[in-house]
Structures are given as C-alpha cells and as structure tokens.
C-alpha cells in the first residue's frame, strides 16, 4: 500500500520489556522496610517513582527495565531515520507504557506532543478478575517529569472499565470505540502506545474483520513481542489496512544473570 494513495496512518505499539516479566517477584527483594527502592540487577531501573500507595502500586502497574527503555528508544530512533511524523498520541494509563511512549517520542525528536492517557487502551480486563492496577493519576505522571496532557477528556475513564469478565468480543468492541472516536476527533497521524493485544484489538476491526475468538486472542499476543509495531494505513477510499512499518521490527537474544559464585566450584 503505497504512500500516494494513503491518506492517514495509525502507528500501534506495545510496551517495552517491563521488570515483573523479567524479574518475576520483584518488589519484596527491591525495596526496604521504609520502602526505598534498591536496585538488584543492571537491568532494572535506575529509580522508580514513589507511588501513593508505596511499592505494592508496582505489582499490576510496574516500570520498564532499562534495556526496555532501550528498545523504545531505538523504535524511536528507527521511526526518525524512517521520516515518521505523527499528530496526536495516546496511551495506555499503564507505567510501562507511559514510559514506552516517552522514550519513543524523545528518540524520534517529537516530545513536544503531549501523551493523551486514555484508559480505554488498557489490556483485556479478564486478566485483572482479582483487582485491577492503581495506575499514577496525571499529576503523579506530570509532577515526574512525563509529558502528559492535563486538558485530554479520555474516550472511557477508569470507571467504565469495571468489567473484569470481558469476553473476548468485548475487548475488541472496546478498542475497536476507542480507536474510531480518535480516528474521527483528531486528524493527522496517531500514535497509539498499548499493549501485546492492542495490535489486534485496535485494528482487527477497522480493516473490516471480526473480534476474534478468545482462543485465537490468545495464540496472537504471544507473537506480538516487547516494542513491536503495527502499522495501519487509510487509503483513497476511505478504507483502512495493515501495511508493512516503515522501519524493520527489533530482536535481540535473552540474557541471564550470571552469579560469580559459579567460579567457586
């Protein structure tokens, strides 16, 4: 799908590598009984926000490692080598993709467009069924240093996402709203920055397909790795299809922590 014929394009992206994937158990061992945090391995942040609620609002809500932060960074930088401009920008309410989104845009020389956080893009609810996150409000984001629109009236709030038995269907008619009412209220080219599932969730429909089966949803999340991007295009004809990114996809091997102590032997 050639340039000359598109009228729009909607850049998808999924956060980056996020600690409690990669680390598991985390916030016990990293912080102390005044809750400080302390860093255990190289790969973990640097610092980390103090949350309302202490370490504990990390647990369904946590930052990104370093080399997460690395890989948003080199999608930005991937996306200013390939001349991509974007419009408007929003994102997930999450930690992990907030900061996606900021080193992303930083990257591609675009901080100056504020990050709109729209609830709406969350994940799917029926993996939050025992609670959901306590994500930081917009005066937390903005008080640490994150570009984040204070005036943006979200789609959905985080009232409206209180159906922890979302079916499958439900998921995809929620983002399939969310990215609609943006498509029609902001012109220009829009950058979403969501999770695994939003690739799919916020495109599957608006290239003229159904919600897929739950099953189905969960055999495509898994292939939609850290910092990946999906790219939809809306054509002369108003209608829209996924279209090749103009910049290659990102992988790099796994790295284990390596204990001295295996020296000893």
Known sequence: MGDMTCLRKLFIMRH?????????AWIPSCFDKEGNFIRKNLNMPLSVPKRKGG???????????????????????????????????????????????????KASEQMHLPINI???LFEWLSWYRDGMPKWMSLEELKSYGFNVS???????????????????????????????????KYPGNLFFVAHAASLDTCS???????PRKEQDLLTIVPKATY????????????????????????MHTNNASFDWRTLLD
């Open 150 to 184: 204070m005036d943006y009236q979200p789609i959905l709030t985080p009232m409206d996402l209180m159906n922890t038995k979302e079916s499958s269907e439900e998921y995809y008619n929620r983002n399939y709203l969310v990215t609609t009412k943006l498509l029609e």
């Open 204 to 210: 599957r429909q608006l290239t003229g397909k159904p």
């Open 55 to 105: 370490p504990l609002d990390f647990f369904k809500d946590c930052p990104l490692t370093r080399v997460g932060l690395l890989q948003a960074t080199l999608t930005g930088e991937a996306m200013k080598l390939s001349g991509v401009k974007f419009s408007h920008v929003f994102c997930s309410p999450s930690l992990r993709c907030v900061e996606t989104c900021t080193n992303a845009l």
């Open 227 to 250: 910092a990946s991007v999906a790219l939809v295009e809306q054509q002369a004809d108003g209608m829209w299809h996924l279209a090749d990114p103009p910049f290659p996809p990102l």
């Open 118 to 120: 729209e609830p709406g």
């Open 16 to 24: 980056a590598e996020r600690v409690d994937f990669t680390f598991g």
